[in-house]
């Protein structure tokens, strides 16, 4: 299973190459899900749309007029685009999001603020369940499920989740062999302006103490998922670096030449 969006898909003939390794995936014979977030694409559209952007602790305030616009942003660009480029490269990709089937229900999130309080930052969701009966029966039938993370609660509301956390679930609920999270990095590093200072492995009882000081900014979100998907029942995490195509195969093929950081239990 491999999370991919943000920065990495900016660039057209990178995500180009990012599609065409994970062909080589699937007709080597893995099966294949593909989870995207879409950051700058929302940006994009909200402005379009005259809406100012708000973030509280890293996710954003969300209305519900901003969500009828993520909403387009995410599943009637990002996930048609994906699926239109997989689908070229001769797979049989099919757009989804986790509202449907049922695949994923959520809660509203509420931030928590320095004065304890709660502080409500509209339809944003935490993963509370997933059902993975739709994307199995999927994959067990050739197909290559693309995943935006629109969801819905039992509220009858629908909700932004973070495609991190959101990626993180739902490799645990499928007991994922492969978890890759595609950034703009190679992995964790301990100077960010030094790649010598990759973290190559990192197991789960050392992430705490990292936290604060290696572990910081967008990484927490990362980092974070990779412990949910091993938590919850997947084989490997990886965060490698989705600008260079080559690094999806290398982290799956031959993870002794990956530059990545790999989490172990």
């Known amino acids: 299973m491999v999370k991919y969006g943000g920065n990495a898909m900016l660039d057209e003939r990178v995500t180009s190459g990012i599609v065409e390794k994970l062909a080589t995936l699937m007709h080597?014979?893995?099966?294949?899900?593909?989870?995207?977030?879409?950051?700058?694409?929302?940006?994009?559209?909200?402005?379009?749309?005259?809406?100012?952007?708000?973030?509280?602790?890293?996710?954003?305030?969300?209305?519900?007029?901003?969500?009828?616009?993520?909403e387009m942003a995410l599943k009637g660009h990002v996930n048609s685009r994906l699926v239109r480029m997989l689908n070229a490269m001769g797979l049989s990709a099919v757009g989804l999001s986790g509202k449907d089937g049922g695949m994923v229900c959520v809660t509203r999130r509420y931030h928590i603020n320095e004065k304890e309080e709660k502080v409500d930052i509209g339809l944003v969701g935490d993963v509370e369940h997933i059902d993975a009966t739709l994307l199995n029966l999927l994959m067990d039938h050739g197909y290559v499920p693309v995943v935006s993370t629109i969801s819905s609660g039992k509220d009858g509301y629908d909700?932004?989740?973070?495609?991190?956390?959101?990626?993180?679930?739902?490799a645990g609920a499928l007991k994922a062999g492969h978890f890759l999270m595609l950034t703009d990095v190679d992995g964790l590093m301990r100077d960010v302006n030094d790649p010598a200072t990759l973290i190559t492995s990192l197991r789960h009882d050392e992430i705490e103490a990292l936290?604060?000081?290696?572990?910081?900014?967008?990484?927490?979100p990362k980092v974070r998922a990779c412990e949910i998907a091993l938590e919850e029942g997947a084989a490997s995490a990886v965060i490698t670096n989705g600008t260079r195509p080559e690094a999806l195969l290398e982290s799956i093929l031959d993870p002794q030449k990956a530059r990545a950081t790999r989490f172990l239990r």
């Open 28 to 70: 080597s014979g893995y099966r294949l899900l593909v989870v995207h977030g879409g950051g700058p694409f929302i940006e994009d559209t909200l402005k379009m749309a005259g809406l100012e952007s708000e973030f509280v602790a890293g996710h954003r305030r969300t209305t519900e007029e901003a969500m009828k616009y993520i």
């Open 159 to 170: 909700y932004n989740v973070n495609a991190d956390m959101f990626a993180g679930h739902l």
């Open 211 to 220: 936290k604060g000081s290696t572990i910081k900014g967008g990484m927490i």
